[in-house]
């Protein structure tokens, strides 16, 4: 339990309360200022948005430090940001990023352009290589920059949610438990996309295992998983999500 930072026995239920609640407090003010009375005052556009969903994430990752630091003197090291290139495992990286990828070009290749979604709106058709070649430098910077907004999530999915239930339950159940509890704190409560959520913080929690408990392997495979959902699924203007 060496990697748990729930095994530090200075930390209790009280500190995973008070990170959740931080999480929630940070998200709900995000969705206020992107969508309710702010908005109101100053036109909030998707490259806006994403702006503050990033900046948010930022914030929330700078009061977590300040508390574990303040009270338990805890580096961003002890918090699992600790890069170390030998334990990223890019052998799964590669075939889970692959599978997931073809599956969802083939589900776009296949879309009925006729039909009327706000599932899948890049069409790619006949116009495939395309499609790819302009937007190509588009989803690579934002595959950089939700690196970070990844980061800041697999702390909160591996670091908090999964080390905590895995204290008490076989890793099996804790995996459950973790992606069940994570696909809610999101505050969308749309079934496709609990369920995209849940399968991605699965996935998450199995590589985070693989590779000794060390985030970045997690964090590489998110980062391309919010790229794939924002560019194939939802498409741009959810990109706040």
């Known amino acids: 339990m ?3 930072i729930f095994s530090d026995q200075r930390l209790n239920y009280k500190d995973f309360l008070i990170i959740i609640v931080s999480w929630y407090f940070i998200t709900l003010s995000s969705y206020y200022i992107s969508e309710k009375d702010f908005a109101s005052l100053l ?3 998707e490259i806006l948005s994403f702006a503050i969903n990033v900046l ?9 430090y300040i508390y574990f630091n303040l009270l338990y003197d805890f ?3 002890d918090l699992g940001f600790k890069f170390q290139f030998e334990k990223i495992n890019f052998k799964a990286l590669l075939t889970i990023s692959t599978i997931l990828t073809a599956g969802v070009l083939l589900i776009n290749l296949n879309l009925n352009l006729g039909f009327n979604s706000s599932f899948f709106p890049i069409k ?3 116009n495939f290589f395309q499609v790819i070649y302009s937007d190509l430098p588009l989803l690579v910077i934002t595959f950089i920059v939700l690196l970070f907004t990844a980061g800041v999530e697999q702390f909160l999915f591996n670091k ?3 080390s905590l ?3 008490y339950l076989p890793s099996f159940l804790a995996v459950i438990f973790s992606a069940l509890f994570a696909s809610l704190l999101f505050l969308e409560f749309n079934p496709a996309f609990i369920l995209i959520i849940f399968i991605s913080v699965i996935i998450s929690n199995y590589l985070y295992i693989i590779s000794d408990h060390n985030l970045f392997t997690p964090i590489i495979f998110y980062s391309y998983f919010l790229t794939l959902y ?3 699924i939802y498409g741009f203007k959810y990109i706040y999500i």
């Open 2 to 4: 060496k990697n748990n």
């Open 43 to 45: 036109y909030i556009n």
């Open 56 to 64: 948010s994430h930022f914030v929330f990752l700078i009061i977590i």
């Open 75 to 77: 580096s961003f090291s």
């Open 124 to 126: 790619l058709g006949e």
């Open 160 to 162: 908090v949610i999964f």
């Open 165 to 167: 239930f895995d204290l």
């Open 230 to 232: 924002i560019a194939f």
